[in-house]
């Protein structure tokens, strides 16, 4: 079945540090591949995607990469904020399910930006 | 503006109660969802429904049951079947696009 695996961290940057989350993922087909991000407190918001190899989503400042030699797709920022502490949860959508849209989460990384 | 309401925020529930939890989306979607988010699990499939009056059991529907009667609504009800249901539910719908659109969730906390 499909997986996809991320560190659970916390992972704790000084302010304006650069960022990077690893996400790895194991799919048939050609998924979607997502980062969506949860504010504490709330639900999830998507934060960028990619559909195909070699696609970047962007957006915010983040920036990930579909690898589908390495089945990946890192999260990256070059500049962290305060207000960009949350949890980043990346996700791929597997279109073999046909009409239903089964997607399938990581674990979620917490990620904590001191000032 | 569209998009997904959850209510209430905060539930107590004693043991062997069911309770039900609600979810409405103005976003026009046909396909909806039920998340169940545990720390260190990440989101798990409760149930889905593609479109109305059909629905279908996700990864861990035991203990739950939902219905889908309007286009608009997707109550969740977790019965006292469900052993360990202290957790946040997430509710969210698509529009058979890529992106899931997701409510603000509802933490359930047994007493």
């Known amino acids: 079945g499909n997986s996809v695996t991320q560190m659970e961290g916390p992972v704790t940057l000084s302010e304006e540090a650069f960022l990077t989350i690893n996400c790895t993922y194991t799919?048939?087909?050609?998924?979607?591949l997502f980062w969506y991000v949860q504010y504490p407190g709330e639900g999830l918001q998507l934060l960028l995607k990619a559909t195909k190899a070699d696609d970047k989503g962007s957006n915010k400042g983040f920036e990930a990469t579909y690898r589908k030699e390495t089945t990946s797709f890192h999260l990256e920022k070059g500049s962290v904020q305060v207000s960009d502490s949350a949890v980043y949860f990346c996700a791929l959508s597997d279109p073999s399910s046909g009409g239903y849209q089964k997607v399938t989460f990581g674990i979620g990384t917490k990620l904590q930006v001191i000032p | 503006d569209g998009g997904i309401t959850q209510s209430p925020k905060y539930l107590f529930r004693k043991e062997g109660q069911n309770v039900t939890l609600s979810c409405e989306q103005n976003?026009?979607?046909?396909?909806m969802y039920w998340y169940r988010q545990d720390p260190g699990q990440g989101l798990r499939l409760i149930y889905y429904s593609q479109i109305v009056n059909d629905f279908q059991k996700g990864d861990i529907a035991e203990g739950y049951s939902v219905s889908r009667e309007k286009k608009e609504s997707f109550p969740l009800t977790v019965t006292s079947a469900q052993k360990n249901p202290t957790a946040f539910y997430l509710c969210?719908?698509?529009?058979?696009?890529?992106?899931?659109?997701f409510g603000p969730g509802t933490r359930l906390t047994v007493l």
């Open positions: 799919a048939t087909g050609y998924p979607s």
């Open positions: 976003l026009n979607h046909d396909a």
């Open positions: 969210a719908s698509t529009d058979w696009g890529d992106e899931q659109f």
